[in-house]
């Protein structure tokens, strides 16, 4: 009887131990999509998880992606005007863009695509005025018309691009196959990164901002997150330099070239990262006092790094995130 008992012990503390080492268990995997390099870390997840991660950001990069063809995007903008039937998800996030683009008196705007194809980052080239004013009269997101059953339609010659909102749209769906599968995820899928649950000591994951005036990896700000999305927006990431002038990636809509603006980044906290992505991207575009002044209205999260190195936190940031400041 006592043999039979020590040997139950025994057992129960070996499934005691196998499921503790299963909760605090490593996996990791990276791909490249939308043209970005992503990771997942997962601690404790289930066998299938990571593969079905790269299976849905391969998905929607199959929906949303401005270069495959045959994808939402790629047939709205080869449509010649007229209507066509997407997505119920890409319709929706199409709607999201519109409302953004409203709320931030159009410096977001997905229908910046004829301007992003002018501009090249990687070949350096600056399109000519003409070009540019020509494909500058084509940019009005109030244009996308959303209609009936899923159809959208765009005014011929216009196109739309969702790189500044696609990636946090898809952060929170990747976010939400995570739950209930994994103890803790670390999503990074370029400047958005979403994490769920906790590390395998039932902390809180922490999530530096990068400070991109900085050569060295300080930063001002460390954030601590259970279940939340940290955006990142700047005019660091993608750029090349010509006679003293930064060309960074992120066009402002009403001039249609790269955004004047006295922010080098701008970093958001939310639990929506596709909100929190497009809304990044306009910050760069609006600058620090606008984007104060907006983001405190709408009660977002938000820390940002200006070209003089001043670091301006919302009163949300300052009350509602978990951070510690740079010592
Ligand atoms: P990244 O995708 O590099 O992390 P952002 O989220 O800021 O950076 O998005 C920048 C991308 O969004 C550009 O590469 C372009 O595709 C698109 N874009 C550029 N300017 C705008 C704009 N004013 N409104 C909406 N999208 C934009
Ligand atoms: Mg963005």
């Not at 299976?55 to 949303?64: D, G, K, M, T, V």
């Not at 683009?101 to 501009?119: G, K, M, N, R, Y």
């Not at 070009?131 to 244009?143: G, N």
């Not at 899928?189 to 990896?217: H, I, M, Q, R, W």
Request: charged share 20%; glycine share 8%.
């Amino acid at each position: 009887m006592r043999v039979l008992f020590a040997a139950l012990c025994l057992l129960l503390s070996s499934a005691v131990a196998c499921a503790a080492e299963n909760q605090s268990a490593k996996t990791a995997g990276s791909g490249f999509y939308f043209d970005t390099y992503v990771t997942f870390t997962l601690y404790g997840a289930d066998a299938d998880l990571i593969s079905d991660l790269h299976q849905l950001c391969a998905h929607y990069e199959s929906l949303l992606s401005k270069t495959q063809v045959d994808s939402d995007v790629y047939r709205l903008n080869h449509a010649g005007g007229k209507p066509v039937t997407v997505d119920p998800e890409t319709y929706a996030l199409l709607q999201r863009a519109k409302e953004i683009s409203e709320l931030t008196d159009h410096a977001f705007s997905v229908s910046i695509a004829p301007l992003s194809e002018l501009w090249n980052f990687k070949t350096h080239t600056i399109p000519g005025d003409a070009q540019r004013i020509a494909a500058l009269a084509l940019v009005d997101d109030e244009r996308i018309v959303l209609g009936q059953e899923h159809t959208v339609s765009l005014a011929p010659g216009m196109q739309i691009d969702l790189g500044g909102i696609a990636k946090g749209y898809i952060a929170d769906q990747a976010a939400a196959l995570t739950r209930n599968r994994c103890t803790g995820a670390i999503l990074n899928l370029g400047g958005n990164v979403y994490c769920t649950g906790s590390k395998p000591d039932g902390s809180a994951f922490k999530v530096g901002v990068e400070n991109p005036l900085c050569p060295d990896p300080v930063t001002p700000a460390v954030i601590s997150i259970t279940d939340g999305t940290v955006v990142t927006s700047g005019t660091y990431e993608r750029y090349f330099e010509e006679n003293g002038i930064r060309y960074h990636h992120i066009l402002d809509p009403q001039t249609g070239s790269p955004a004047q603006t006295d922010l080098v980044s701008a970093t958001i906290v939310s639990t929506c990262s596709m909100d929190a992505d497009a809304f990044a991207t306009a910050c760069i575009v609006l600058g620090s006092e606008r984007s104060l002044e907006l983001l405190t209205q709408l009660r977002l999260d938000a820390i940002l790094i200006t070209t003089e190195g001043d670091i301006l936190l919302t009163p949300g940031f300052k009350t509602r995130v978990d951070y510690q400041p740079a010592s």
